[in-house]
């Protein structure tokens, strides 16, 4: 997928929708928890118009090399098992907060400190969560 067909695709559209059953989602959540991310936990911001996409998914890395562990598992999982790349990923470097946009699910893996700081279930606490320890 090119660029603009992904971003063609955050078009929220009831055809594209995902769920919690979806493939994709799944495959995420189980490549988190089996590099044994800490307080997993969805958002479903399917019924939110603002979103950027269908759910965020929000997890706790222990430590920098268990952040950038769980990153790259979850993008080799998905991309091996649902053949999709990530449109985007974002902090690589800062080793605090790792993005990674698959469109229409986010994964957001995140150390305690910046977890507590920008308490991202609060901030879109009217959509609904799900934990998935």
């Given amino acids: 997928m090119n660029n603009i067909d992904a971003l063609n695709s955050r078009k929220k559209s009831s055809l594209t929708r995902l769920t919690r059953n979806s493939k994709i989602f799944k495959t995420i959540i189980h490549a988190i928890q089996e590099?044994?991310?800490?307080?997993?936990?969805?958002l479903d911001l399917r019924k939110i118009p603002e979103a950027v996409a269908d759910f965020f998914i929000i997890c706790q890395a222990n430590n920098n090399n268990q952040l950038?562990?769980?990153a790259?598992?979850?993008?080799?999982?998905v991309r091996i098992k649902c053949e999709e790349r990530p449109y985007k990923h974002e902090g690589r470097q800062a080793?605090?907060?790792?993005?990674?946009?698959?469109v229409n699910i986010v994964v957001h893996i995140m150390l305690p400190e910046p977890r507590k700081f920008y308490r991202l279930e609060e901030?879109?606490?009217?959509?609904?969560?799900t934990e998935h320890n």
């Fill in 123 to 129: 901030l879109w606490s009217d959509a609904p969560a």
């Fill in 35 to 42: 590099k044994k991310g800490e307080a997993i936990v969805s």
């Fill in 95 to 102: 080793e605090q907060w790792i993005l990674i946009d698959f």
């Fill in 72 to 77: 790259d598992f979850i993008e080799e999982e």
């Fill in 68 to 70: 950038k562990a769980i």
